[in-house]
């Protein structure tokens, strides 16, 4: 009888052991799968936001670790504006709105120039841009249209004041895209913000190193942080969140499905020991034992990946769904992603196989057969 045929018919001799472990290792990888997905999704549309406009730096005020609670006087444009390399330069606002009635909270609301560079990254699908003598006006991220099913011409209530909808706007970024943009000085009127800003973009002149652009900002701007787009996404506080809780769910998936499959692979050694014993009296060598147990051990863990795959796009689905998450999580189940997931069990299994199978191994003949 072939390795194989040994390794399925061990495996399916109880199926209802099998069945639990594969469940358990599937759960564990789906887990990290998901949240790995989920922390790389927001990276990736965090830096759709910067590299669509070609954008080179973000200007906060320094020492602060979220965008949200930066405060900069708006004045300060004209005087980053001056500085040799900055080829360009626009101011943002942002906040966070909620509609209860669509179940949707934490929508990303921007208060942006009309015509400045941050608006014209935008693909206008309906209506038309915002125009300077708008007040009252508001364009909506194709998703958040999507979920309000709202249209050219509809109203819309945000923060207890009713604006007009004048266009569908689509962008690189799922954050943009689920959110929305009103004029900049409405934004600071319902904020109470006025002539501030959360922060400012810089594009830098195509001969100019913006690493260094960033430092003649900070020596001339006392009080704020030019950091590099990529760097800025990177020190994101959100986002090394995200991925310290997808690093500290690896770690947990890797000690609690090895341990699950440790316990797994030492029962099928203990109960089969004098299966054990009458193949090594035929002449099996240890090595030949360790093969046949490994692949019992990487049939569990590949059963558990192919398991946890399913369950990971089966999430991702229900949180794109889901109406709470719906326009603002996009899970990037990349072949990366699953990559880490066929290395999760790999990992898996060396670490719960490996033990049992080097123990079996070393049952002499006569004490596996004398085993009750």
Do not use: C
Not at 180 to 188: A, G, K, N, R, S
Not at 286 to 314: F, K, Y
């Amino acid at each position: 009888m072939g390795y194989l045929r040994l390794i399925v018919r061990n495996l399916r001799g109880r199926p209802a052991r099998t069945v639990l472990t594969v469940l358990g290792l599937a759960v564990a990888v789906s887990a990290v799968m998901l949240l790995t997905g989920i922390s790389w999704g927001f990276e990736q549309s965090f830096l759709a936001i910067y590299r669509a406009r070609e954008i080179d730096l973000i200007v906060v005020r320094a020492g602060i670790s979220d965008q949200l609670s930066s405060n900069l006087d708006q004045t300060l444009q004209q005087e980053i504006r001056k500085i040799p390399g900055v080829a360009s330069v626009a101011p943002s606002l942002m906040d966070a709105v909620s509609f209860e009635e669509a179940n949707l909270v934490s929508v990303l609301a921007n208060g942006w120039e009309p015509g400045g560079l941050l608006i014209e990254g935008l693909r206008i699908l309906e209506g038309r841009p915002l125009d300077p003598s708008d007040g009252r006006q508001v364009l909506l991220g194709r998703v958040l249209a999507l979920n309000l099913s709202k249209g050219v011409g509809d109203s819309v209530d945000i923060a207890g004041e009713t604006f007009q909808v004048i266009g569908i706007y689509e962008s690189d970024s799922l954050f943009e895209s689920g959110g929305l943009v009103m004029p900049l000085p409405e934004l600071q009127r319902m904020m109470g913000r006025e002539g501030q800003v959360t922060g400012f973009v810089i594009v830098a002149d195509p001969k100019t190193d913006p690493r260094a652009l960033g430092r003649e900002v900070e020596r001339r701007v006392p009080g704020v942080a030019a950091i590099p787009a990529r760097d800025y996404v990177q020190g994101n506080l959100q986002l090394r969140l995200a991925r310290a809780m997808a690093s500290a769910t690896t770690i947990i998936a890797l000690v609690l499905g090895s341990i699950g499959l440790l316990n797994t692979m030492a029962m099928a050694v203990t109960e089969r020991t004098g299966e054990i014993g009458l193949l090594r009296a035929l002449g099996w060598r240890r090595s030949r034992i360790i093969l046949l147990l490994m692949g019992e051990a990487a049939g569990l863990g590949l059963l558990g990946v192919m398991g946890g795959t399913v369950l990971a796009i089966a999430g991702a689905r229900a949180l794109v769904l889901s109406p709470t998450s719906r326009g603002f999580i996009e899970p990037n189940l990349s072949p990366m992603i699953l990559g880490i997931g066929v290395a999760l069990g790999i990992g898996l299994t060396l670490l719960g196989g490996l033990y049992p199978a080097v123990r079996a191994s070393r049952l002499e003949p006569t004490e596996a057969l004398r085993h009750d």
